[in-house]
């Protein structure tokens, strides 16, 4: 008998699940969250190691989506899991050069924190980073 499999996850969905879990709480969520909030049969800490592993048959998005550990990518995070060959740097090289379509003088860090509301650790005032 073979185990019940999970659906994978999509960026859609896994998003959605936490802007909701942010609207209610004030908070993103993270892998100690417990349930989603809107699918009480889920767990954050299952969504997590679904979205760090890019768990075969559970999750296609491996590290193009974030995690609830505030996993969003970076230019240093690898190959875009779902893609051919594709690596975040060459993401940021062209946000910020200009090519593929882009016009250039942007970088995933500041359009993640300007569409998406991730915080820019490259705009963050002094004092307010660990260890500072």
Do not use: C, F, Y
């Not at 499999?5 to 609207?23: E, I, M, N």
């Not at 890019?54 to 899991?81: D, Q, T, V």
């Not at 740097?89 to 509301?117: I, K, M, S």
């Amino acid at each position: 008998m073979r185990p019940n499999r999970k659906p994978p996850l999509t960026v859609a969905q896994t998003l959605s699940w936490a802007d909701s879990h942010r609207a209610r709480t004030g908070e993103w969520p993270g892998a100690q969250s417990g349930h989603v909030l809107d699918n009480r049969n889920e767990k954050w800490v299952n969504v997590n190691q679904a979205l760090r592993l890019g768990l075969s048959g559970r999750s296609p998005l491996g590290r193009a989506a974030p995690g609830p550990h505030r996993g969003w990518p970076n230019e240093n995070r690898g190959p875009i899991i779902g893609t051919r060959g594709e690596v975040w740097q060459n993401v940021n090289q062209a946000l910020r050069e200009g090519g593929r379509g882009l016009p250039g003088g942007d970088t995933l860090a500041a359009l993640l924190a300007r569409r998406l509301g991730v915080r820019n650790l490259a705009n963050v005032p002094p004092g307010t980073r660990p260890g500072e």
